[in-house]
């Protein structure tokens, strides 16, 4: 057994047949008042079997409180984790480090590295197992501190002696993760001053028996948001992170990211979206021969549980190439984000940053680029549920369209400066972009590619809002919500003719023909049906509920389903005579209404409740719902990878 420092030694000790054992120097560690530290003796002897896969090792950890960070000593005899005492997300829930060995065909119960009162987490073995590092916040009086610092204990035959703080790369912030490499490098996340974001990864050489001065290892690991867990192989060729907060991540909380070496330099990450979630996805491990990736997940977002899962390090060194499929995508206004979704499933596959407050977004003709202006009123930002009436909106400065490359490697974003106040946006099947100034009475045509503008159409009516255009490339028509009327812009004249349709004009949807335009007088609760080619008013009917904001048109089924939004129903009509054939009513209003290629499936978002459902447009049954859209409005269909 090695020497063991007397001011950090345990009161108590058990074998794993629960055999208790006596410290020595008990009645000097009672007199100093030090905390308990649990030592393990007497670990089984490895047995014969291989549990190459890990199955029974996972199965044997795993319990009904959640689990993460495991690693694996390098004789393949000792496993080691972390366990939390209640659900995953609450920060008042400890953590402690667990034990298990290796023993004839099976693991060993699992049970406490320390002492269960001994806070500690993210462990990690040195290349030659003797020593095991850990981060803890812990301190050598038994109190604790209100960041974590990196520890480490020795280990042998798997007795784990003599727990004591890391010299030379604590500092006054947290140090968590720990990472050692062949040559004694340690790499570990930081909060402390010096970095690029809340969280970052450093690194400190070890020289001559010490570890030197932490470095942080920079761009492009290190962003302005946060990188926590970390791993980095052995001979440092490639490293795992999780990451928090980046453009076009699946969760807010954590995805897991890739980075490999070229030469001395980290070449651009990529992220792991065969795997990440809506949840948190962390603690990246390898096992010793590198042959296996574990991970832990909590696989959506509210999931108060997590798991540790194994996959073969194959998937992820060299991840499975996307394939182009069809996604949903819609603009968070809140979250300042567009959000591509599984359309089957809901399940978030992207996200790209867009700027302040975009309520809509259109598709070119390609499939894979979208543009957003950023209107700059939005609601203020809420994670969780919120009734209407506590909803506030607040504003800041708007004069950008993004555009938005989805098969980039990276989210490719291209912002042109336009007007202010810009709310709706189409794209005409030449590719033009359309977008309106809400403030300015006119619609601006610009060049998709370049940004250079083509035309700036005068509407003469202040508040246009929603576009549409014709597939044909004759007509973009908007509505213009404080004059009450729809402006037709005739592409061929470059003309502009003005129709009054009611107060409060807003929503567009255009016939299948494209030969008609509804729009919904969200004032006076009433929809129109205006001729687009002579601006004609054809018919005008109730919209059979309050606030007929959005609508869609069903042209294989001849239905018309309208969004009344005040009164938290979306109301189906029949297209031919605009008469109410059913009604659906929820329990807080819905916004945003869109419909799939097939005619077959409605979406609808519920702002304030930051959710998007769908329906099956024959039964009216919802089948599938995210809660992963932050106040979603506008949305599009867009050719995704994954």
């Given at each position: ?28 560690l009672i007199k100093v008042g030090i905390f308990c530290v649990l030592t393990i003796f007497g670990a089984p002897k490895s047995g ?73 987490s993210d462990p990690f073995f040195s290349q030659d197992g003797t ?512």
């Amino acid at each position: 057994m090695k020497a063991t420092n007397p001011h950090i030694t345990c009161l108590e000790h058990y074998s794993h047949r629960k055999e208790p054992m006596f410290c020595a120097g008990l009645s000097q560690l009672i007199k100093v008042g030090i905390f308990c530290v649990l030592t393990i003796f007497g670990a089984p002897k490895s047995g014969a079997f291989a549990d190459t896969n890990y199955e029974r090792l996972i199965t044997t950890i795993s319990s009904p409180l959640p689990e993460y960070g495991l690693v694996i000593s390098p004789d393949g005899n000792t496993a080691v984790f972390t366990r939390m005492s209640g659900g995953w997300g609450n920060r008042e829930n400890q953590s402690t480090l667990h034990v298990t060995y290796k023993h004839n065909n099976s693991w060993t119960t699992p049970k406490h590295l320390f002492d269960k009162s001994f806070k500690a987490s993210d462990p990690f073995f040195s290349q030659d197992g003797t020593t095991l590092y850990f981060a803890t916040n812990q301190s050598l009086n038994g109190t604790q501190k209100p960041d974590d610092d990196i520890w480490l204990v020795d280990h042998e035959a798997g007795k784990f002696t003599n727990p004591r703080p890391l010299t030379g790369v604590n500092s006054d912030a947290t140090e968590s993760s720990p990472v050692l490499t062949a040559n004694g490098s340690l790499y570990f996340s930081s909060t402390r001053p010096g970095g690029f974001g809340a969280g970052d990864i450093w690194a400190s050489r070890f020289v001559n028996g010490a570890f030197q001065t932490p470095e942080n290892i920079g761009p492009p690991v290190n962003t302005a948001h946060g990188e926590w867990n970390v791993f980095v192989d052995k001979n440092e060729s490639y490293l795992f992170v999780e990451a928090s907060g980046r453009p076009g991540a699946k969760s807010s909380y954590g995805d897991l990211y890739l980075y490999k070496k070229k030469g001395d330099k980290w070449r651009a990450g990529i992220s792991l979206s065969h795997i990440n979630t809506t949840g948190s996805d962390l603690m990246p491990r390898l096992s010793n021969d590198e042959k296996i990736f574990f991970y832990t997940t909590s696989g959506f977002l509210k999931s108060k549980d997590t798991e540790i899962l194994q996959k073969k390090a194959s998937g992820f060194l060299s991840p499975p190439s996307k394939t182009l499929k069809r996604s949903l995508v819609v603009v968070s206004r809140s979250n300042h984000e567009a959000v591509a979704l599984s359309p089957d499933t809901l399940e978030v596959i992207a996200r790209y940053p867009t700027g302040p407050g975009s309520h809509e977004i259109a598709t070119a003709p390609n499939g894979t680029t979208l543009y957003t202006p950023a209107y700059g009123v939005y609601p203020k930002p809420h994670d969780k549920p919120i009734l209407p009436s506590q909803m506030q909106f607040t504003s800041e400065p708007s004069d950008t369209l993004t555009r938005i490359t989805t098969t980039a490697k990276a989210a490719a974003n291209t912002q042109f400066s336009i007007c202010s106040r810009s709310h709706g946006v189409t794209v005409s099947p030449d590719g033009h972009v359309w977008f309106t100034c809400e403030n300015e009475a006119r619609v601006m045509e610009l060049n998709g590619e370049t940004g250079a503008l083509i035309k700036d159409w005068s509407v003469g009516e202040i508040g246009s809002h929603i576009l549409v255009a014709t597939r044909n490339n004759h007509y973009v028509i908007t509505s213009n919500v404080d004059s009450g009327s729809i402006s037709i812009l005739d592409r061929k004249s470059g003309t502009v003719k003005t129709v009054k349709t009611g107060k409060g004009a807003e929503g567009l949807a255009l016939a299948p023909n494209h030969q008609s335009v509804w729009i919904g007088n969200t004032q006076e609760n009433t929809l129109s049906i205006v001729r687009v080619r002579d601006g004609s008013v054809i018919n005008k009917f109730p919209s059979h509920g309050r606030f007929p904001v959005k609508m869609v048109i069903a042209d294989n089924s001849g239905e018309v389903w309208v969004v009344n939004s005040f009164s938290r129903e979306i109301a189906i009509l029949d297209f031919q005579s605009g008469e109410l054939k059913e009604k659906l009513t929820f329990n807080s209003p819905p916004l945003g209404i869109h419909i799939s290629p097939d005619g077959q499936r409605i979406y609808a978002t519920f702002p304030r409740l930051n959710e998007v459902r769908a329906f099956n447009r024959e039964t009216r049954q919802e089948i599938a719902r995210t809660d992963q859209v932050m106040e979603g409005d506008g949305m599009t269909w867009a050719t995704v990878p994954y």
